[in-house]
């Protein structure tokens, strides 16, 4: 034995096993331990699933209470057939894990405020902010409904158990991918995590309610007055969901506004507010559904279509399936991390969902004695505090303790401990809808087993957060639209801005109830529609909050093209709903054209103005004219208003774009275009175009020299993988539309899952989502879906009965699950 | 014949110790010196021996799981590693880092036998 060299080698094969079994840091991030990730029998290799696999499989499980079938078919899109309905959900858990473990499980950590455990010290400023505003605090109410209910109990606990017997039955070397890559492992499920996304997608879809903050910068800069003109009540291009002129029932609650409220209120204007939400749903969450009777259809039979706008991600939100038991047969977009189908049909029923987008989210300026936060001034006296601990742990990190403060009003967000660039000094709480105990699964577990338009009733009457439009059609001739939701009985304008915490008065004082709601049944005009925007004229008695939250355009071209169709088919559907046309460009473009003064313009700039001028207002992949109209109409936008703003870095929120257009359209003398920093000159809408379009042109001559002035190619679409790594993401997709149009796809967002249900005896659909079946990118079951998403086109789904399935040549394979 | 036997023997002990993923994946580096202390040989030999006979393992087996798998995974892999997107780059930095695990774990055993 020689002693050095052994000491020396024994050291070296250490140290490199050492090394390569540690996480090392590289710029921002974290490598995965790299003899681990590259081990062919462990790491990320056992993940390259082979391309012709089969996934034929007899699962012998304890568990369910009778054997079942799972039926495949060539899209991988499982048909469930289980003799009770526990025994589906349980195997619904089951194959949401197999096919999407990851996914749940980031998802639910996010939303519970559990990211830093997972990528360390960089979560940690979403993880405070998401235990800030209750998230957590709100699952757990709604988990207790959610148990309170022996329907929703049942379902629930059996998801959960089919998704621990995945999780239970596979090994190391089968981990999802993205625990390799990050180091982790899988927690069991349980019911809680199912009530936490369910509660993220509350958060996702009412961020209308946290741009209070923003808003009450933007008044206190501009003043009131000002501040009234650019953000008015409602637009006029407005087509509500229910039709302008419907007579509403009298009111049942009264709602009082505050008696200071003027000056306390609207004209209240201390230090600005600096306080920013560190994530902030996009505006653009949104979507369009509508439903047209037989009396418009070739077959006679009702079409309904639901096309939900979300980011574009990888894995997807959505995981697609037919559930079939003795009680129901449904088929749809199912969410991994919940039991039941959540927009999808039956076999006498179809159902759709877009956004109410009504605030239901509200924060108070809260006084406290001193900034221990033990009392604070309620009603005329000092109120003492609760507190709510929670504790963030950190990878690698000590943990972090956020000691909350609760109110009457709600936990207070932010504080000089949580300052979230608050430099006054101010206390703010947050009252939100999804603090409230709510059972939202119970509506889609009712409108799975739903048979017709009382049961759709009566499934989302007690949807609670976030308020939806709930289209409905059905095979015996029925369409119907309800928006539904636990709405706030509101005084004009309150929760506008952040409102006085010292006084009871400026509390909610009801909530409207369900029948009150805007609906509407069988209307004459033989259609229903919804797209985000304001649900009704302005003779509804409730304030629906302000309208900027409401985009106007999309649900105004839908309405116009389903008014004039007729002998309407599915494939009709389709094209309407990938549809590119551009309405805001048909209202504004004349408009444009008739204050450029052409004759200023260089021979440069006037190849562009002929593209603007030759379009043909579609937003299609190869227009270069809708890159011309974009980059303009942009500048035009901020030309107008950024002399406006300049004075300030807080951020603020701009005029809506329905309001610019408008005042386009019918202002010829539009204050606004007038440049506040000339004093010497009064510009007009002349002066404003004129140079927009000068800028605009410099924009349009470097995507021209880099091969980018076509649409498709200038707006660049992806779908992004939750991690935001390039390599696992699709990116530049080739596909057209917009904010405003009816394909709402813009960069990263769009159209998450399309669907056409025709109602006909035997119920058809067609659908198509950007993603596909597999969370596992080393499956070519990825992203198998996007390049027909991105074209337009839809698969025609399987709707089977058992014995269909046993025999249908586009079945590929067979899970058997017996009972153990 | 003992060099061919060495590399036998540690790349199929190497398989056999990773089909337990239970273990942790540097099981294969404690076989290695097993059998390069069973084994004597001189330990440039050792190490050759035990090097190439995980970087062969690890190569062949990468390379059919890539093939099967129409090199999506790997080209994924290779651009966040990154590799510039090659599946061959990839298969190669595995076998080698594979190899030389084995090849100082069997150094480490070849010098323990020394005299």
């Known amino acids: 034995m020689r002693i050095v060299p052994l000491i020396i080698s024994a050291t070296a094969t250490t140290a490199l096993i050492f090394v390569l079994n540690t996480q090392l840091t590289v710029g921002t991030g974290k490598t995965p331990r790299l003899g681990y990730f590259l081990s062919p029998q462990q790491g990320f290799w056992q993940n390259a699933e082979p391309a012709d696999v089969s996934f034929d499989k007899n699962i012998s499980i304890a568990g369910i209470k009778a054997n079942a079938d799972v039926y495949f078919d060539d899209r991988l899109v499982p048909h469930i057939y289980a003799n009770s309905d526990t025994d589906a959900y349980f195997i619904q858990g089951y194959l949401h894990a197999k096919f999407r473990l990851w996914q749940m499980e980031f998802q639910t950590s996010v939303a519970a405020g559990r990211l830093s455990e997972i990528i360390g010290e960089g979560g940690l400023k979403t993880d405070q902010y998401f235990r800030r505003l209750g998230m957590v605090y709100g699952a757990e109410q709604s988990l207790k ?259 909350i403060a609760m109110t009457v009003f709600g936990p207070v967000m932010y504080d000089q401990h949580y300052k979230s660039r608050n430099e006054d000094g101010k206390y703010y709480a947050v009252r939100w809808t999804a603090h409230d105990a709510s059972n939202e699964l119970f509506t889609f577990y009712k409108l799975n087993h739903a048979k017709n338009y009382s049961d759709y009733v009566n499934a989302i009457s007690t ?114 709903q990938t549809d590119n046309y551009n309405v805001l460009a048909e209202f504004t473009r004349p408009f444009l054209l008739k204050y450029l003064d052409e004759t200023k313009l260089t021979r440069e700039e006037k190849k562009y103005l002929d593209l603007l001028k030759t379009w043909n207002l579609r937003n299609d992949i190869q227009e270069k004219g809708s890159t011309v109209y974009k980059v303009f109409w942009d500048s035009c936008y901020k030309q107008t208003y950024s002399d406006e703003y300049s004075k300030t870095k807080l951020p603020m929120y701009w005029p809506e774009q329905v309001t610019f257009a408008e005042a386009l359209l019918k202002d010829s003398a539009y204050a606004f275009a007038d440049n506040i920093n000339t004093a010497d000159k009064k510009e007009t809408w002349k002066d404003v175009v004129l140079v927009a379009f000068q800028k605009a042109c410099k924009t349009l001559q470097k995507a021209s020299n880099e091969n980018k002035l076509e649409w498709g190619i200038f707006k660049d679409t992806y779908v992004n993988h939750l991690l935001k790594i390039p390599a696992l993401s699709r990116l530049h997709l080739p596909i057209g539309g917009g904010g405003e149009m009816i394909n709402a796809t813009t960069a990263n967002h769009g159209p998450s899952w399309r669907m056409v249900v025709h109602l006909t005896d035997k119920v058809q659909a067609f659908a198509v989502y950007p993603g596909g079946q597999s969370g596992n990118p080393g499956s070519k079951y990825y992203d198998t879906f996007i390049d027909s998403w991105a074209e337009g086109r839809y698969y025609s789904v399987l709707f089977l009965k058992k014995q269909e399935a046993e025999s249908n040549s586009r079945i590929k394979w067979h899970f058997s699950f017996v009972k153990a | ?102 090849g100082l774990s069997a150094l480490t055993g070849s010098y323990l036998r020394k005299r």
């Open chain 2, 1 to 102: 014949m003992k060099f061919i036997t060495a590399i036998i023997l540690t790349a199929l002990l190497s398989f056999a110790f990773g089909l337990f993923t239970a273990l942790p994946w540097w099981s294969f580096a404690i076989t290695s010196f097993v059998i390069a202390a069973a084994i004597h040989q001189k330990p440039g030999k050792a190490f050759l021996a035990a090097f190439l006979a995980v970087f062969l393992l690890w190569a062949i087996l990468t390379f059919i799981i890539d093939n099967a798998n129409q090199h999506l995974l790997s080209v994924k892999v290779a651009t966040i590693l990154p590799l510039g997107g090659s599946s061959f780059v990839l298969i190669l930095l595995t076998a080698f880092i594979g190899g030389l695990v084995a």
């Open chain 1, 145 to 403: 409904a959610l148990e309170a209910n022996p329907e929703t109990k049942a379902a629930t606990d059996a998801y959960t158990n089919g998704v621990n017997a995945y999780i239970g039955s596979i090994k190391e070397n089968e981990l999802p991918f993205e625990f390799k890559l990050l180091d982790y492992k899988p927690e069991l499920w349980s019911n809680l995590k199912t009530a936490l996304f369910l509660k993220f997608m509350s958060f996702d879809l009412t961020g209308q309610g946290d741009d209070d903050l923003w808003m009450t910068n933007t008044r206190n800069y501009l003043g009131y007055d000002t501040f009234k003109k650019l953000f008015p009540e409602r637009a006029d291009s407005l087509d509500p969901i229910i039709p302008k002129g419907t007579t509403f029932d009298k009111p049942s609650i009264t709602v009082k506004t505050p008696a200071h409220a003027d000056s306390v209120y609207f004209h209240k204007n201390d230090q600005a507010i600096t306080a920013t939400p560190p994530i902030i749903p996009n505006k653009n969450n949104g979507s369009n559904n509508w439903a047209v009777s037989g009396a418009k259809t070739k077959s006679g039979k009702p079409i309904l279509c639901s096309d939900p706008h979300l980011g574009l991600n990888l894995p997807s939100l959505w995981y697609e399936m037919q559930i079939t038991t003795p009680t129901h047969n449904t088929y749809g977009a199912s969410f991994p991390g919940a039991p039941a189908i959540i927009i999808g049909f039956t076999d006498s029923i179809a159902w759709g969902v877009t956004n109410a987008g009504r605030d239901v989210k509200d924060f108070y300026d809260i006084k406290f004695k001193d900034t221990t936060m033990q009392e604070y001034w309620f009603n005329n006296e000092w109120k003492r505090s609760e507190f709510r601990t929670e504790t963030i742990r950190i990878k690698n990190k000590p943990d972090d303790v956020e000691t």
């Open chain 1, 463 to 576: 949807f609670q957060c976030p308020g939806q439009n709930f289209v409905f059609a059905s095979v015996s001739g029925d369409i119907a639209i309800r928006q539904q939701g636990k709405f706030v009985a509101k005084w004009k304008h309150q929760g506008d801005f952040v409102q006085p915490g010292t006084d009871s008065s400026y509390m909610w004082q009801g909530f409207i109830p369900a029948n009150e709601n805007p609906h509407m049944e069988n209307p004459l005009r033989s259609f229903v529609s919804s797209a985000n925007q304001m649900a009704v004229d302005s003779t509804y008695p409730y304030y629906l909050g302000r309208s900027g939250n409401f985009p106007v355009y999309r649900g105004f071209l839908i309405n116009r093209k389903l008014a004039s169709m007729d002998n309407i088919t599915p494939e009709d559907m389709e094209r309407m």
